[in-house]
C-alpha cells in the first residue's frame, strides 16, 4: 500500500539537492542529443526518467488521499522540468557562442 514506508523510491516524493541536479543533467544530455542528432532515443528516456515517476506518483497519491507525496512529487516535478529548462536554454547558448567563435576563427568563404 501507499502509506508503508518505501525508503528506496522515497526520492520521488522528497526532493533534494540532487533533484535538481540530476534534471539539470538530463537537460544537457537531451540537448546535446537533440542538437549532435546522434540519438533521438536517447532525449525520450532521459526526459522519462526524470518525470515520469514524479507525474506517476502524483496521480497515485491523490486518489491513496496521502497530500504529502502528492505535494512531494508536484514539487519534484516542477524542480526536474525547471531543470531541464534551464539546462536545455544554458546549452543552446553556449553551442550558438561556441559556434559563432569558430565562424570568426575560419576564413571567410566567398
Known amino acids: ?3 508503508a514506508e518505501r525508503p528506496l523510491t522515497s526520492f ?9 541536479i ?7 544530455a537531451g540537448m546535446l ?14 526526459i522519462s526518467v526524470t518525470t515520469i515517476p514524479a507525474a506517476a506518483n502524483v496521480a ?3 486518489p491513496y488521499w496521502v497530500p504529502s507525496e502528492a505535494i512531494g512529487s508536484a514539487i519534484q516535478l ?11 536554454t544554458l546549452t543552446l547558448l553556449v553551442l ?3 559556434a559563432e ?7 571567410a568563404r566567398a
Do not use: E, H, Y
Open 60 to 62: 497515485v497519491a491523490i
Open 78 to 88: 516542477m524542480i526536474n522540468l525547471s531543470a531541464i529548462a534551464v539546462a536545455g
Open 22 to 28: 540530476v534534471g539539470f543533467l538530463a537537460g544537457i
Open 96 to 98: 550558438r557562442a561556441r
Open 12 to 20: 520521488i516524493w522528497k526532493p533534494d539537492a540532487l533533484s535538481w
Open 33 to 46: 542529443a537533440l542538437t549532435s542528432a546522434k540519438s533521438g532515443a536517447l532525449v525520450g528516456v532521459l
Open 101 to 107: 567563435q569558430l565562424a570568426r576563427r575560419s576564413p
Open 1 to 3: 500500500m501507499l502509506i
